[in-house]
């Protein structure tokens, strides 16, 4: 019994070195994710994180800390209420939504980085990458595959996934971005965080990419609105969702 219990602290006390590291490392890269998890533990924001094309795993796992981080430092100001107990006893799982096999084929528009096979990196070093970097992976839901396959109400149902806090899409082609953003109209909720990290590609403009992936999804769904949140470096973009009143 000692034993298990020296070799569960050591990994915890790995995990939390490493997620020091990854927090001072790469959340300093993702100032958006960290302004995000901000603002939804602020604001006792319920709901999952998602994020679609995941690569490596960086962003994700600076995610991870993030929210970790300033979950804790809300903790510590005593606040309590019963609305504040129910958010802090449901904690967000963190999906990651990949092909794991790089950008898809087609007659896609494409910037010169954007060749089929991609940003490709295998679930088996994307989940070590999780480990190395001091996440646990049984906080985490791995959804592997296009989005034509896996973006559908089977994966809602088997996953028990109603609502999304904060959402990464990192999807850089305009056609694998439409269905992310169907797939999300039910899950969004006032609050929510969706972040683009393609926003300004294709030289900035609004009819390409996920700018116009965007555009459509909000025309096909006037209840929502999009308040610009945070900009992060040459082409990130945050955007808060504001859920607007039905005449």
Same mark, same amino acid.
């Given at each position: 019994?000692?034993r298990?219990?020296?070799?569960?602290?050591?990994?915890?006390?790995?995990?939390?070195?490493?997620?020091?590291?990854?927090?001072?490392?790469?959340?300093?890269?993702?100032?958006?994710?960290?302004?995000?998890?901000?603002?939804? #533990?602020?604001?006792?924001?319920?709901?999952?994180?998602l994020?679609?094309?995941? +690569?490596?795993? =960086?962003?994700?796992?600076?995610?991870? =800390?993030?929210?970790?981080?300033?979950r804790?430092? +809300?903790?510590?100001?005593?606040?309590?209420?019963?609305?504040?107990?129910?958010?802090?006893?449901?904690?967000?799982?963190?999906?990651a939504?990949?092909?794991f096999?790089?950008?898809p084929?087609?007659?896609?528009?494409?910037?010169?980085? +954007?060749?089929?096979?991609?940003?490709?990196?295998?679930?088996?070093r994307?989940?070590?990458?999780?480990?190395?970097?001091g996440?646990?992976?049984?906080?985490?839901?791995?959804?592997?595959?296009?989005?034509?396959?896996?973006?559908?109400?089977?994966?809602? #149902?088997?996953h028990?996934?109603?609502?999304?806090?904060?959402?990464?899409i990192?999807?850089?082609?305009?056609?694998?971005?439409?269905?992310?953003?169907?797939f999300?109209?039910?899950l969004?909720?006032?609050?929510?965080?969706?972040?683009?990290?393609d926003w300004?590609?294709?030289?900035g403009?609004?009819? =390409?990419?996920?700018?116009?992936?965007?555009?459509?999804?909000?025309?096909?769904?006037?209840?929502?609105?999009?308040?610009e949140?945070?900009?992060?470096?040459?082409?990130?973009?945050?955007?808060?969702?504001?859920?607007?009143?039905?005449?």
């Amino acid at each position: 019994m000692l034993r298990n219990f020296i070799i569960t602290r050591a990994i915890r006390l790995l995990r939390e070195r490493a997620g020091r590291f990854v927090f001072a490392k790469y959340v300093g890269q993702h100032g958006c994710l960290n302004a995000a998890m901000s603002f939804v #533990t602020w604001n006792q924001i319920e709901g999952d994180y998602l994020e679609f094309g995941v +690569y490596k795993g =960086h962003s994700f796992a600076a995610a991870y =800390h993030a929210l970790r981080y300033n979950r804790k430092n +809300y903790a510590r100001l005593g606040y309590d209420s019963p609305e504040y107990r129910h958010w802090k006893e449901n904690p967000p799982r963190f999906f990651a939504f990949d092909s794991f096999e790089g950008l898809p084929g087609g007659a896609f528009e494409r910037q010169v980085d +954007y060749h089929e096979g991609a940003y490709q990196c295998p679930q088996d070093r994307f989940k070590d990458n999780l480990e190395k970097f001091g996440l646990n992976l049984k906080d985490v839901v791995v959804i592997p595959g296009f989005y034509d396959k896996t973006l559908n109400e089977e994966t809602k #149902t088997r996953h028990s996934l109603r609502k999304a806090a904060v959402v990464m899409i990192d999807c850089d082609l305009y056609e694998s971005t439409v269905p992310v953003l169907d797939f999300l109209t039910d899950l969004v909720g006032q609050g929510t965080i969706l972040i683009f990290d393609d926003w300004f590609r294709f030289r900035g403009s609004p009819e =390409h990419g996920e700018q116009r992936a965007c555009r459509e999804w909000l025309a096909k769904n006037p209840q929502l609105e999009l308040i610009e949140y945070w900009r992060e470096g040459p082409q990130a973009v945050s955007f808060l969702v504001n859920m607007k009143s039905r005449p």
